[in-house]
């Protein structure tokens, strides 16, 4: 069975600078995006507690990347794939309802940059 790696970040970075770069990254978004959510509905505290998981994912990754612990890296690759998921899922239900909202552009470009950060944080655990 083949599998996708790449031998660096953003083509020049190596990868353990590169898990670095993607968590301290994730970590400025999620504490922005903290702010921008309505707290106020079921789903604003439901993204909430969603962006809360994955910034301590983002910190579990910075932890294992600066100390060079394999399994630290797994919780961060596990999020991200249930967050593409879940990324997905919204923009096809979105697309069925025929519900068109602004935002559905960033999710998928996000769920496409969560791919590739995703892809970087798994090649550098293969290579530890």
């Known amino acids: 069975m083949a599998m996708f790696y790449t031998d660096n970040c953003c083509c020049c970075v190596e990868l353990?600078?590169?898990?670095?770069?993607?968590a301290i990254f994730d970590v400025i978004l999620r504490g922005i995006d903290r702010f921008l959510l309505d707290r106020n509905s079921l789903m604003g505290n439901i993204a909430l507690v969603v962006s809360g998981i994955y910034l301590i994912s983002c910190i579990i990754l910075l932890i294992g990347a600066l100390l060079g612990i394999r399994y630290l890296l797994l919780p961060y690759i596990f999020v991200v794939m249930v967050h593409v998921i879940i990324l997905i899922w919204e923009c096809g239900y979105v697309i069925m309802m025929e519900d068109f909202y602004d935002f559905i552009v960033l999710d998928i470009i996000q769920a496409v940059l969560s791919l590739y950060f995703c892809l970087v944080v798994y090649s550098y655990y293969d290579t530890i």
Do not use: F
Request: charged content about 15%; glycine content about 14%; some cysteine.
């Open 16 to 22: 353990k600078c590169g898990c670095i770069l993607i």
